[in-house]
């Protein structure tokens, strides 16, 4: 039926089509080459005003490769490894929590009391109180502040009060994509230092998992919801447990979805500047990092970034050419669906 | 009964909270525990010491300075008459407000809550509208205007766009999966990235664009120099970025759109542009408001490309109240900080909030998927 409307657009409005959708290309892919371009330009070539292409405007030099790789060596290559390790681990961690907890909301039915919420809150303030006022050191405070909330809960578990329900908890889940991450990454910050994990891998990874994670639920939630429900109910007759069936029944069909979120997911940690600046110095640096430093005394050193930004970005496009059959499959799922 | 059985057993009654546990504490760990250490900063000065820091209670006056005090300029805006441009926002925010109350009344559902919420979502918005009004005249806008204008004009642009180029994608063309390839790339590129690059794009002697520039007589003008251009440039690289994610979402919509309505439609000798109207459009318009609502819930943290691009200058024009923050948090003025940060928090949550419940619910509710 397509090929039929295809027909009726007139040559005019197919040309018009085109030239806009070769249009915009154009304005992707030309900041693009503009960055590969300028990393073989010699810093002399990049002051003397434009030059558009190599060999005949200009003479390509690797010099700028050479320098991020060769010179600079292992500083180039720690932030890169850094943002690997912290990129995948982040990665992987987000998507194991955020998948079993949007599984435990697509399926199960969770009702806890307003009452527990309450006062579980208000040992929060407690403990934040104690800490704040300088009291007691961190482990007092956390263990007193759960001390209160057991106590109180078992002395108030005959009190009636509303319920909230998995509606409720998937909003609070994923309302916390909300929060800007300047908000949090204070305290975070002094936290950390506190507990001495500070420019830590650990540290950002926490992090990154925390700040990913509601994207997770909010995109696999959809994805569970929509798998036939009569599979998994057979096998609960058969006796198999909720793990094991989360395992190996569901876990195979949301392939399509996990693979795309977790794609989406890895490229916002790969990328992410603003947290990594708060949590990390020297030894924790991510890549990003390392592209704003060549900022410097002397100005910006484009040829060098230029290297750094080419490094980031082809790790990432292959890896979504390589998934692009998913991508379309499960990103779009989710998300259409809302 | 060994240990190990009743173990299982254990493990299988309490499912359900195993999988949702590791979530909920993260998130009260790293999330809402933050967020009230963060409110205590608010109140509170902070100085480093000889032996650490300490934190002093004082109040509201963080709040204070940003709202009334010696910091209102760089918070709010410099305060002079307002432009013909500002009587037209404010008119527009009037008419907008207008519509809510109307089709509130007219829904026949008026409760309590539902009225309280009204009254906080209309009465934030009245006043970032008078905010900006206000604050207009030489573009001397404080942060809070400027992240405004990021995300009004911004997720504007980067919709209009998007599900331009989405539509255009989902007809019937030669080299479809070669343009969402192409088309999707910005939004795996660093944002610090995408901000040098732009500067080298918009170097007006040294980029690529400078020969336009000079036959344009615009030789000697700087972008960066000006409020305005300025906050378009950043603008511009923004939606460089984003514009693929809302491409790529509303591709999607439109691809999954009714077919067989189409061509009974067209059959009935429906034109193009009634067919769009009248079956495309309200078949994507729940996919399109929530798309609106992820971009505005992401572009009220901007700062990556104020910060590199502009370094929020030229003095304080282009930056973001994220960038705001952290700055002050930079000259070690925490307080201030958690100060910016939060009325930033309570500014994004009222808009968002109110636009899921005022635009986004009743969509999806007028499409039968609640």
Known sequence: MRERRLGEMSPLTKLVVYTLLIGWSLVVLFPLYWVVITSVKLPGQVGDGPDYLPFIDFMPSLHAWRYIFVDLGSDTFRPYLNSLIIASTSTVLAMSVGACAAYALARLHFRPRLLSIVLFLVALGIGVWMIGSGLVGWPIAAASGLAIFVISVLALSRVRSPRLGNADILFWVISQRILPPVVAALPIYIMFQQIGILDTHLAIILTYTTVNMPIVVWLMYDFFASIPIDIEESAELDGASRFRIFREMVLPLAKPGLAATSLLVLILSWNEYLLALFLSTAKAQTIPLLVAAQNATRGPQWWYMSVLIVIMIVPVVLLTILLQRLIAKGLLLGAVKG | ?370
């Open chain 2, 1 to 370: 009964m060994t240990v190990s059985e009743r173990f299982d057993g254990f493990l299988d009654r309490n499912a359900g909270r195993l999988f949702i546990l590791p979530a909920v504490l993260l998130i009260l760990a790293f999330s809402l525990f933050p967020l009230i250490i963060s409110a205590w900063l608010a109140v509170s000065r902070f100085k480093i010491g000889r032996d650490g820091f300490t934190l002093t209670y004082i109040g509201e006056l963080n709040f204070k300075k940003l709202f009334t005090g010696s910091q209102q300029f760089h918070f709010l805006g410099t305060f002079s008459s307002i432009t013909l441009t500002g009587w037209l926002i404010l008119l527009v925010t009037a008419l907008l407000i207008g519509a809510g109350i109307r089709q509130w009344l007219r829904s026949g559902r008026l409760t309590v809550l539902g009225g309280i919420g009204r009254l906080i979502a209309f009465g934030t918005l009245a006043a970032l509208a008078w905010v900006f009004a206000s604050t207009l005249q030489d573009g001397r806008l404080g942060s809070l205007s400027t992240t405004l204008f990021y995300v009004v004009v911004g997720v504007s642009l980067q919709f209009v766009i998007g599900t331009g180029l989405a539509f255009l994608c989902a007809q019937d063309i030669r080299g479809r999966s070669f343009f969402r390839l192409v088309f999707f790339i910005p939004l795996m590129v660093t944002p610090v990235g995408i901000a040098y690059t732009f500067r080298m794009l918009a170097d007006m002697s040294l980029g690529p664009f400078s020969p336009l520039w000079k036959a344009a007589g615009f030789g000697d003008f700087s972008w960066a120099a000006d409020p305005w251009t300025a906050r378009l440039v950043i603008v511009v690289g923004d939606s460089w970025q984003w514009i693929p994610f809302i491409f790529i979402i509303m591709l999607a919509a439109f691809e999954s759109q009714p077919r067989d309505e189409i061509e009974a439609a067209e059959l009935d000798g429906a034109g193009p542009w009634r067919v769009f109207r009248d079956i495309t459009w309200p078949s994507v318009a729940p996919v399109a408001a929530t798309v609106v609502l992820i971009r505005v819930i992401e572009a009220f943290k901007i700062v990556d490309l104020p910060n590199v691009l502009t370094n929020g200058g030229p003095g304080i024009a282009t930056e973001s109240l994220t960038l705001h923050a952290f700055i002050e948090w930079r000259a070690l003025n925490l307080g201030g900080s958690a100060a910016v940060a939060y009325t930033l928090l309570f500014v994004s949550t009222v808009v968002c909030v109110a636009f899921f419940q005022l635009v986004v619910r009743p969509m999806r509710q007028a499409r039968g998927q609640a």
